[in-house]
């Protein structure tokens, strides 16, 4: 199993090459694939075209704060993993889990450790697990038994979103979240855009890994409300993603 991580400041793009990473795990056969929508904002699934019918937060709300309505002969470690299941939203060769946006005070020690183990044994069942993650990687560094393989790391195509995208990495070295490798993809890249942004990617000691351009289809599926899993094989930040996933997950089919 593979587990490849997106990261980076909001606005860049992130979620589209999680979703792309997605669709390219799907018409590779590499199935089934567990896409976990761990950013706050939670729209991964958008791009997916499934919605989960509760996240991970709420079911820890349900299940550990006033008002639960446990079932008689249930612990709460068990109705938590029940909740969770629910959580999953079903797709074509993948699911779908949303963490949800943080909740509010209190301790919430136990729950968050059953969560961890679950979510683990969760991973297990999968080919490969995507992650869509917040610039503060608070999901990933909750991750205990299983490392992250890759992290991806995301930045447009400006000094301030490179900068962002080193603050990611270091905030991962300080965390001691342990990554096989980290990677850099520099997104909505206009025609010189890499030569330009060369000498601050090589200050921050950003090796780049892969450069997506602009691509209308991602506007027009967007607009239309059309799952990112559609887009043609052609499309141009198809084709850009595809040599990197290619050595990500070669020898994998």
């Not at 289809?217 to 239309?224: D, I, P, Q, R, S």
Request: aromatic content about 6%; glycine content about 12%.
């Amino acid at each position: 199993m593979t587990t490849i991580a997106f990261a980076g400041k909001g606005g860049t793009g992130k979620t589209t090459i999680s979703a792309l990473a997605v669709r390219y795990l799907i018409n590779a056969g590499q199935t089934p694939v567990l896409a976990v929508d761990a950013d706050p904002n939670a729209n991964l699934g958008d791009t997916l075209g499934v919605k989960a019918a509760i996240t991970v937060g709420s079911a820890r709300e349900q299940g550990f704060t006033g008002g639960r309505d446990i079932p008689g002969g249930m612990t709460k470690d068990q109705f938590v993993e029940y909740k969770i299941q629910e959580a999953l939203a079903e797709g074509e060769g993948f699911d779908l889990l949303t963490m949800g946006r943080p909740e509010g005070a209190g301790c919430y020690c136990f729950a968050n450790n059953i969560i961890r183990r679950y979510m683990d044994a969760l991973a297990g069942d999968y080919r490969h697990v995507v992650m869509d993650n917040e610039a503060g990687l608070e999901h990933l560094s909750r991750r205990t038994t299983r490392k992250t393989d890759y992290l991806i790391v995301v930045s447009d195509a400006g000094v301030r979103g490179l900068r962002a995208a080193r603050n990611v990495l270091d905030l991962a070295d300080e965390m001691k979240i342990e990554v096989g490798e980290e990677l850099f993809v520099l997104n909505r890249a206009g025609a010189g855009s890499a030569a330009a942004l060369g000498p601050e990617m090589e200050r921050l000691g950003l090796a780049l890994a892969a450069t997506v351009p602009e691509d209308p289809g991602l506007f027009e599926a967007e607009v239309a409300g059309r799952s990112l899993l559609e887009l043609p094989g052609n499309s141009p930040a198809v084709s850009a993603v595809k040599p990197l996933l290619d050595r990500i997950f070669s020898g994998e089919a």
